[in-house]
């Protein structure tokens, strides 16, 4: 809900009044920052209806949940040189994990040998970045112009996009090979293939980082581009 806007929040704090007369369960998710509309309903439901509301923190994951959870999502053992920096600089938090290791086999820190992984480069080489946006804005980079241009256009477009918008704005010639690309490295997910192909962000965030590495003047630009294709 943290990137939810104000009628949808109101549209959600009036269906709060259901819970008292009908059997409605409402799940609300939301990151905790007080500076957000969406902390304001969460204070609202627990001062409304706080018999019956339940809330459930997530909390960082601690240190050695963080390294099981490197080791499982790299489905091979890992150096543990990698899988204790991966935890230093995790903070507790799944996505910088997942992220990590994607940025580490892209840039050939690690690599597959004998059934698991091992450095490709000297220890004292070994660097992750300390922020989950900062390795998604390395991978971002990464990318090549066509791919780069189309995730772009559907981060101005929105967390969901489909096909018919993208082919208005981009060239349809390139566009299915760079959303290939973006699905094999797993930063847009396929939503549905008929009428036409629907698509999202694996992650808000990822569409937060690639809408935060164009200029002014590139958003300027491609909200123009989008609005003239929506006319």
């Not at 299915?176 to 490295?185: G, I, M, N, V």
């Given at each position: 809900?943290?990137?939810?806007?104000?009628?949808?929040?109101?549209?959600?704090?009036?269906?709060?009044?259901?819970?008292?007369?009908?059997?409605?369960?409402?799940?609300?998710?939301?990151?905790?920052?007080?500076?957000?509309?969406?902390?304001?309903?969460?204070?609202?439901?627990?001062?409304?209806?706080?018999?019956?509301?339940?809330?459930?923190?997530?909390?960082?994951?601690?240190?050695?949940?963080?390294?099981?959870?490197?080791?499982?999502?790299?489905?091979?053992?890992?150096?543990?040189?990698?899988?204790?920096?991966?935890?230093?600089?995790?903070?507790?938090?799944?996505?910088?994990?997942?992220?990590?290791?994607?940025?580490?086999?892209?840039?050939?820190?690690?690599?597959?040998?004998?059934?698991?992984?091992?450095?490709?480069?000297?220890?004292?080489?070994?660097?992750?970045?300390?922020?989950?946006?900062?390795?998604?804005?390395?991978?971002?980079?990464?990318?090549?112009?066509?791919?780069?241009?189309?995730?772009?256009?559907?981060?101005?477009?929105?967390r969901r996009f489909g096909m018919p918008?993208?082919?208005?704005?981009?060239?349809?010639?390139?566009?299915?090979?760079?959303?290939?690309?973006?699905?094999?490295?797993?930063?847009?997910?396929?939503?549905?293939?008929?009428p036409h192909p629907e698509y999202r962000?694996?992650?808000?965030?990822?569409?937060?980082?690639?809408?935060?590495?164009?200029?002014?003047?590139?958003?300027?630009?491609?909200?123009?581009?989008?609005?003239?294709?929506?006319?």
């Open positions: 809900l943290h990137w939810a806007d104000e009628f949808t929040l109101q549209a959600i704090e009036r269906l709060l009044e259901l819970t008292e007369s009908e059997p409605l369960g409402i799940v609300l998710l939301y990151r905790s920052e007080r500076d957000v509309s969406s902390w304001g309903l969460g204070e609202h439901v627990r001062q409304r209806y706080p018999h019956r509301y339940v809330e459930i923190e997530l909390r960082p994951l601690p240190g050695e949940a963080t390294q099981v959870l490197a080791q499982a999502l790299a489905d091979a053992p890992l150096p543990p040189a990698v899988a204790d920096l991966i935890a230093q600089r995790a903070g507790g938090n799944p996505l910088f994990v997942t992220e990590a290791l994607r940025d580490l086999v892209e840039r050939g820190v690690i690599r597959r040998r004998n059934g698991g992984w091992e450095l490709a480069v000297a220890p004292d080489q070994l660097e992750v970045p300390a922020l989950v946006q900062g390795i998604l804005q390395a991978r971002l980079d990464r990318l090549d112009p066509a791919a780069r241009e189309t995730i772009a256009v559907a981060a101005v477009i929105g918008l993208l082919e208005r704005v981009l060239d349809p010639a390139t566009l299915p090979a760079a959303l290939s690309e973006l699905q094999r490295l797993e930063l847009i997910v396929e939503e549905r293939r008929r962000f694996r992650h808000g965030l990822v569409q937060e980082a690639a809408y935060a590495n164009l200029t002014e003047a590139d958003r300027q630009a491609l909200h123009g581009r989008v609005g003239a294709a929506l006319e």
